[in-house]
């Protein structure tokens, strides 16, 4: 098995990069975090043209048709820029609910205008006091008699729900889990915009008998099992890119930072716990390709070991993530505590990629339920 990334992953690192590194600096994130809306439409509009919004998207809607390795790159290389633009909201959660189940008719509508950065998705599972639960919604649907579909709840922390055109909406159905595409100012829709700690726009949305087209191309639990799976996977490698962006402004500034007329990393108290933070990077690294092995092995085992190998990954990486925010702060001192300087807004991204989809108490008791890591055999003493 070949780990590194193959040379077209490798010139879309490579080219990523350097755009953000021009183009999407600090001063300009700033600008853009200030803003009305809080990201940057015309910065959507490059993505687009880049083919970022749709690689993973079959060519026939208008995709690249590739595979999420290839998001995972893109995904790494905005944690390091700190993105705002909502492209997992849109390009992973959005689009891969549409791919997964819609029809044909609805993936002709939807996916090729995601592609050109003309829709904005957003997946609403979340709902106040069912904490990280998204199978069991209190959100109804109810068919009229000539077939029409209309919606009644209220969903939270929809994550670029502010923006979005569509939702793709978790409800019930006769007693059954649906999902269900929901145009954003139809009737019945109401929505309050919310900025989230680390600046990406989120909102909390009431459906009053909202009308909705159902979402019936594939098993909604398998999609939406796989959609957290693959969604998680996404924020593991943005988390590593931004541990690797905060680490490298950490050791920049031991080095010019000077005390007593000596740089600050002179210390070695200093230089170990630097040492330390970089170990833990690469056991997170580590673990984001663990995680999105899972999700794009070729010959995939059960869901359930999919899922297991999944929330693993991500006790890992929230770990890591805690350390990797807090510790450079602490190594910065009281500059580390300013909204002007960029190593607190890595420290808010990385503490909120921790608690998206769950938390460190969630993920454990879900991964002792289904047995662990790795399942337990009695030993043969014969």
Same mark, same amino acid.
């Given at each position: 098995m070949d780990l590194e990334l193959n040379d077209i992953q490798q010139e879309l690192a490579s080219t990523l990069n350097k755009y953000l590194r021009t183009e999407y600096d600090t001063a300009t994130r700033e600008a853009i975090l200030k803003s009305e809306e809080g990201f940057s439409r015309d910065q959507w509009n490059q993505f687009a043209e880049m083919g970022l919004l749709g690689l993973a998207i079959p060519e026939n809607?208008?995709?690249?048709?590739?595979?999420?390795?290839?998001?995972?790159?893109?995904?790494?290389?905005?944690?390091?820029?700190?993105?705002?633009?909502p492209?997992?909201?849109?390009? #992973?959660?959005?689009?891969? $609910?549409? @791919?997964?189940?819609g029809s +044909?008719?609805? *993936?002709?509508?939807?996916?090729?205008?995601?592609?050109?950065?003309?829709?904005?998705?957003?997946?609403?599972?979340?709902?106040p006091n069912q904490r990280y639960s998204l199978?069991?919604?209190?959100t109804t649907a109810a068919a009229a008699a000539d077939g029409a579909v209309t919606l009644t709840g209220e969903k939270n922390s929809?994550?670029?729900?502010?923006?979005a055109?569509?939702?793709?909406?978790t409800a019930v159905e006769n007693g059954d889990l649906g999902l269900f595409l929901v145009a954003a100012d139809a009737d019945g829709v109401s929505r309050v915009a919310h900025r989230q700690a680390d600046g990406l726009g989120s909102a909390s949305v009431k459906f009053d008998n909202a009308p909705a087209q159902r979402l019936n191309g594939a098993d909604a639990h398998e999609v939406v099992a796989e959609l957290l799976d693959t969604a998680n996977a996404a924020i593991m490698a943005e988390a #590593?890119?931004?541990?690797? $962006?905060? @680490?490298?402004?950490?050791? +920049?500034?031991? *080095?010019?930072?000077?005390?007593?007329?000596?740089?600050?990393?002179?210390?070695?108290?200093?230089?170990?716990?630097?040492a330390d933070l970089y170990a833990e990077l690469e056991y997170a690294r580590s673990m984001a390709l663990y995680s999105r092995l899972a999700v794009t092995a070729e010959e995939t085992g059960s869901e359930k070991d999919r899922h297991r190998d999944v929330i693993a990954a991500k006790i890992v990486i929230d770990e890591s993530a805690r350390n990797i925010s807090?510790?450079?702060?602490?190594?910065?001192?009281g500059i580390g505590m300013t909204m002007e300087y960029p190593i607190g807004h890595y420290a808010k991204r990385l503490t909120v990629i921790s608690r998206t989809f769950d938390d460190a108490d969630s993920l454990t008791a879900e991964l002792a339920e289904i047995g662990g890591l790795i399942e337990p055999h009695a030993a043969d003493l014969n």
């Open positions: 809607y208008g995709g690249a048709e590739m595979t999420f390795a290839e998001v995972a790159v893109v995904l790494e290389a905005f944690g390091r820029a700190l993105v705002l633009e492209f997992l909201a849109t390009a #992973v959660l959005g689009a891969n $609910a549409v @791919l997964a189940a +044909e008719e609805q *993936k002709q509508e939807i996916l090729p205008a995601v592609c050109e950065g003309q829709t904005f998705l957003a997946f609403a599972g979340l709902e199978t069991t919604p209190s929809v994550l670029g729900g502010d923006v055109d569509h939702l793709i909406v #590593v890119g931004a541990m690797e $962006a905060s @680490l490298t402004m950490t050791a +920049e500034y031991l *080095k010019t930072r000077e005390q007593f007329g000596a740089p600050i990393g002179a210390n070695q108290a200093l230089q170990h716990r630097a807090q510790e450079p702060i602490q190594m910065h001192g």
